[in-house]
């Protein structure tokens, strides 16, 4: 939904091996045009894992592939890593969208889908790690994902997100839409929330996605509020209550909250943080299983 600017360069987050972020057209079904790029790494691990990496508005792939050191864990571990890249709506995903919220449905979340089949397809890939993650627009279409297709993502973490469902009904997911209840801290219960989730997929009983939300307690531009209706949808959807927070993880002046034992869920809180990016790759890849 929102972004801001980065100054990471492609090149330096490309490896000193061949490999390069890749564009790939006819990749499947994609009914609201957007863009896939693909970068694999020379050395590709048998049966590899895939991350969706998800840009924020304002931004593109290769300005996402440029705003995290993965690329350099991609060389060092043999995973594949998809740049999803929307050219609608000053560059924001469509979290708004009937369709991307409903399984199977339609709009950018099954475009991304569809890069994700062509991947596991062509590349041998392991159907059981495919992972999402994203900051802002990014982080809020991690959830939207996670939500519509959870038998395709094991995992996902959102950066700056809001809830699964939060912008439904309203006209666009731009900055500038005129409606912003979402941004602001919109407020349900835990079973509303999970509920939104549930009715994405009706009727679906198998397992859901492992979930991270991180969010800046300094940010005005999406409210920490959106990361607290997140952590209570997941943890409805997931069944695991809150049961503890620790101080200083992953680094000094953040908070971690951990909701059952802490392997399906858990929240990170910033101090001083406002609405930027905030990946800690180390973090994150352990997360995911991928260290």
């Given at each position: 939904?929102?972004?801001?600017?980065?100054?990471?360069?492609?090149?330096?987050?490309?490896?000193?091996?061949?490999?390069?972020?890749?564009?790939?057209?006819?990749?499947?079904?994609?009914?609201?045009?957007?863009?896939?790029?693909?970068?694999?790494?020379?050395?590709?691990?048998?049966?590899?894992?895939?991350?969706?990496?998800?840009?924020?508005?304002?931004?593109?792939?290769?300005?996402?592939?440029?705003?995290?050191?993965?690329?350099?864990?991609?060389?060092?571990?043999?995973?594949?890593?998809?740049?999803?890249?929307?050219?609608?709506?000053?560059?924001?995903?469509?979290?708004?969208?009937?369709?991307?919220?409903?399984?199977?449905?339609?709009?950018?979340?099954?475009?991304?889908?569809?890069?994700?089949?062509?991947?596991?397809?062509?590349?041998?890939?392991?159907?059981?790690?495919?992972?999402?993650?994203?900051?802002?627009?990014?982080?809020?279409?991690?959830?939207?994902?996670?939500?519509s297709y959870p038998d395709v993502f094991e995992a996902g973490a959102a950066y700056s997100g809001v809830?699964?469902?939060?912008?439904?009904?309203?006209?666009?997911?731009?900055?500038?839409?005129?409606?912003?209840?979402?941004?602001?801290?919109?407020?349900?219960?835990?079973?509303?929330?999970?509920?939104?989730?549930?009715?994405?997929?009706?009727?679906?009983?198998?397992?859901?996605?492992?979930?991270?939300?991180?969010?800046?307690l300094e940010d005005t531009l999406v409210r920490p509020q959106c990361a607290e209706e997140a952590l209570?949808?997941?943890?409805?959807?997931?069944?695991?209550?809150?049961?503890?927070?620790?101080?200083?993880?992953?680094?000094?002046?953040?908070?971690?909250?951990?909701?059952?034992?802490?392997?399906?869920?858990?929240?990170?809180?910033?101090?001083?943080?406002?609405?930027?990016?905030?990946?800690?790759?180390?973090?994150?890849?352990?997360?995911?299983?991928?260290?």
């Amino acid at each position: 939904m929102f972004g801001r600017t980065f100054l990471g360069l492609a090149a330096t987050a490309a490896t000193c091996f061949g490999a390069s972020l890749q564009e790939v057209t006819n990749f499947g079904d994609n009914p609201s045009n957007i863009q896939m790029y693909i970068y694999v790494p020379d050395q590709l691990a048998a049966n590899p894992p895939v991350i969706v990496a998800l840009h924020p508005c304002g931004g593109n792939a290769q300005q996402w592939f440029g705003g995290t050191q993965l690329p350099s864990y991609a060389d060092s571990h043999g995973f594949i890593l998809i740049y999803p890249s929307t050219p609608h709506m000053s560059n924001c995903w469509d979290i708004q969208n009937p369709d991307t919220l409903t399984h199977g449905q339609g709009g950018d979340a099954l475009g991304v889908v569809s890069m994700v089949n062509y991947a596991l397809e062509t590349y041998s890939g392991d159907s059981s790690r495919v992972y999402a993650m994203g900051f802002s627009s990014g982080g809020m279409m991690t959830n939207q994902l996670a939500g519509s297709y959870p038998d395709v993502f094991e995992a996902g973490a959102a950066y700056s997100g809001v809830a699964f469902g939060c912008s439904a009904g309203a006209e666009s997911a731009t900055p500038g839409s005129a409606n912003q209840t979402c941004a602001q801290g919109l407020q349900h219960t835990e079973q509303e929330w999970g509920d939104f989730v549930r009715n994405a997929y009706p009727g679906y009983t198998g397992r859901r996605p492992r979930m991270q939300i991180f969010h800046g307690l300094e940010d005005t531009l999406v409210r920490p509020q959106c990361a607290e209706e997140a952590l209570k949808q997941w943890s409805n959807v997931l069944g695991v209550e809150f049961t503890q927070e620790v101080s200083g993880v992953p680094s000094a002046g953040w908070t971690q909250k951990i909701y059952g034992d802490g392997t399906q869920l858990q929240g990170f809180f910033g101090q001083g943080i406002g609405h930027q990016s905030t990946v800690n790759e180390q973090q994150l890849l352990e997360w995911f299983g991928l260290l």
